[in-house]
Nanobody
Framework: QVQVVESGGGSVQSGGSLRLSCEAS????????MGWFRQAPGKEREGVAA???????KYAEAAKGRFTISKDNAKNTLYLQMNSLKPEDTAMYYC????????????????????WGQGTQVTVSS
């Protein structure tokens, strides 16, 4: 049974930082696609950053230069370091995993990702 569990969310002021973690279990971690997504109230879920099974990363434009995705295969954990946070980053952040190989165009698409966590809330105040 594959499980992914997010943690690390919280409330910060604009300009602050948070590091999200996603602990995965039940599969060969290093061979999987992993990604971070977020969903704000009334909006669709959107991709933030992803890393494929070859270690290739992709970032949404809103995340470039501020967020860094990384993974520790020894700990089966995915991270999202978020710096210079803005109020518009406020959302529920989700971790996704999938055993399928993802083409570049699919890395940040929320469609078709097999495993999802329950999410961790990030709130940024101005």
């Amino acid at each position: 049974q594959v499980q992914v569990v997010e943690s690390g969310g919280g409330s910060v002021q604009s300009g602050g930082s948070l590091r999200l973690s996603c602990e995965a279990s039940g599969y060969t971690y290093g061979s999987y696609y992993m990604g971070w997504f977020r969903q704000a109230p009334g909006k669709e879920r959107e991709g933030v950053a992803a890393i494929d099974s070859d270690g290739i990363t992709k970032y949404a434009e809103a995340a470039k230069g501020r967020f860094t995705i990384s993974k520790d295969n020894a700990k089966n954990t995915l991270y999202l370091q978020m710096n210079s946070l803005k109020p518009e980053d406020t959302a529920m952040y989700y971790c996704a995993a999938d055993s399928a190989r993802m083409g570049w165009g699919r890395l940040l698409s929320a469609n078709g990702k097999r495993y999802w966590g329950q999410g961790t809330q990030v709130t940024v105040s101005s």
